[in-house]
């Protein structure tokens, strides 16, 4: 494993000469060397952990929030779950050589479209250790070079991974400088990785919108924005409100601190006095804080002036929003809730306050439903489905770097074919042009 001490730009060349021979490598080595990893995890398990409870311990003492803490906190069974997604990413087909399509041209010539590997790929990511082996995975199976740099947080967690993942890689047959760690530096550190164009072929960071403005400060390198999820559930008109009920709870609650949770929930005025009571109580009732407009307080008898009487019951978790509230990714127990008065107007508030990240309609009425799909910009669109679902996992591609809310090259989960590029391979017999 390289760890940048002087210089970014070496650590970045050494992974450029590894990614030429790791490309070359047989999809066997490459599997290989991923079940090498994945065992040397399950084997060091509670070195991980130790390493983990020094950054937790650390994020305590600083103020992290909790939703933060968690992305941040690896236990025994989390180790376990990562080990298994490298296994699961050794399973799936390889992409490296795959032909996306071929035919014979009319001169004779025989053209391939086939895939193969980008080459260097930085990874730059907040809080989460777990990211550090599930982009090494999928650079490892798409045949890649990564260079990681992970945040201060889980310095101590990203050591001990990456440096668990890259021996293993190495005794199993991986060239030296396939899987490499910049720890330590700052802005000038971040902004050297991002414009080593002569050795970097992408970065991918994982991370809120600061590193987004960040990056685009600085980087030369081609960038894919694996940004924030500013993310809406829409109970229509024809929805059935049972179901609306578990898929925005569902959506919020299940894991608050993940960019595919829902921040917003929108609800037609028809159904608006039959649901809203009832999925309120139960997102208060967990712990929810719920930023209401206008419409839903009143609904919900919630009225300005009521400050005394909320006093007396110790509040029931309902504010006031402002529009901001609608613009904000909040990562935890906090959620905006509007009424709206058709599809249409639901649509265009997705539009304006939206990341284009995943979008969800709950409805029965199948014109609506297409609608809704065809109309909402983003990543991913669900009919009568949580939010949540948005995963690289949950897409049988066995893991992901990140969710892409752009739209060249790579939009959604970046699972092995997102890593890879193509190339035409063209067979002749001795065609020349006229």
């Known amino acids: 494993m390289a760890i940048a001490v002087s210089s970014v730009a070496e650590v970045c060349a050494g992974a450029r000469r590894a990614s030429r021979a790791l490309a070359a490598l047989d999809s066997a080595t490459r599997n290989r060397a991923l079940e ?17 409870r020094r950054d937790v311990d650390a994020g305590e003492e600083a103020g992290l929030g909790d939703a933060l803490l968690d992305r941040l906190r690896l236990d025994p069974q989390r180790v376990r779950a990562i080990a298994a997604a490298v ?42 250790p ?30 001990v991974l990456v440096e668990i993942a890259a021996r293993a890689a190495s005794e199993a047959g991986l060239p030296h400088g396939s899987i490499n760690l910049i720890a330590g530096g700052g802005r000038e550190e971040l902004a050297e990785l991002a414009s ?26 081609p ?103 609608f ?31 995943s979008e969800a309609i709950v409805t029965r009425d199948l014109g609506a439903a297409r609608a809704f799909q065809m109309a909402v910009d983003a990543a991913c669109v669900y009919v009568n489905a949580s939010t949540r679902f948005t995963d690289g996992g949950e897409f049988g591609m066995g893991a992901e770097i990140g969710n892409s809310t752009q739209k060249l090259h790579a939009r959604g989960p970046i699972g092995l074919r997102e890593l890879c590029t193509y190339k035409y391979l063209i067979d002749g017999d001795g065609q020349i042009r006229a």
Do not use: W
């Open 130 to 159: 777990n990211v550090a082996i599930d982009a090494t995975a999928l650079c490892v199976k798409s045949g890649n070079a990564i260079v990681l740099r992970g945040s201060s947080s889980a310095a101590h967690s990203n050591a």
């Open 87 to 128: 296994r699961a990413i050794a399973a799936l087909g390889d992409p490296v050589g795959e032909v996306i399509e071929g035919r014979r041209l009319e001169n004779g010539l025989q053209l391939r479209r086939v895939r193969v590997p980008l080459g260097v790929i930085a990874v730059v990511f907040e809080a989460r």
């Open 327 to 357: 613009a904000t990714e909040y990562l935890g127990m906090t959620m905006a809730v509007g009424v709206v008065d058709s599809l249409e107007e639901a649509i265009d508030h997705i539009a304006r306050f939206g990341s284009g990240h």
């Open 223 to 325: 960038v894919i924005y694996a940004a924030s999820g500013n993310c809406h559930v829409y109970v229509d008109a024809a929805a059935d409100l049972e179901m609306a009920e578990e898929i925005a709870f569902n959506a919020k609650v299940q894991r608050p601190g993940v960019c595919n949770a829902a921040e917003t929930l929108l609800v037609h005025e028809a159904v608006a006095a039959g649901f809203l009571p009832a999925i309120a109580q139960r997102l208060t009732g967990a712990g929810v804080v719920l930023r209401a407009d206008e419409r839903t307080r009143a609904l919900l008898g919630e009225t300005e002036g009521d400050a005394e009487r909320d006093a007396e019951r110790g509040g029931e978790g309902i504010e006031a929003a402002v529009e901001e509230d």
């Open 196 to 221: 080593c164009a002569e050795s970097v072929d992408l970065v991918i960071p994982r991370g809120g919108e600061g590193l987004k403005r960040a990056l685009q400060q600085v980087a030369t390198v």
């Open 36 to 52: 090498a990893i994945a065992a040397a995890l399950e084997a060091r398990e509670g070195e991980i952990v130790e390493a983990n």
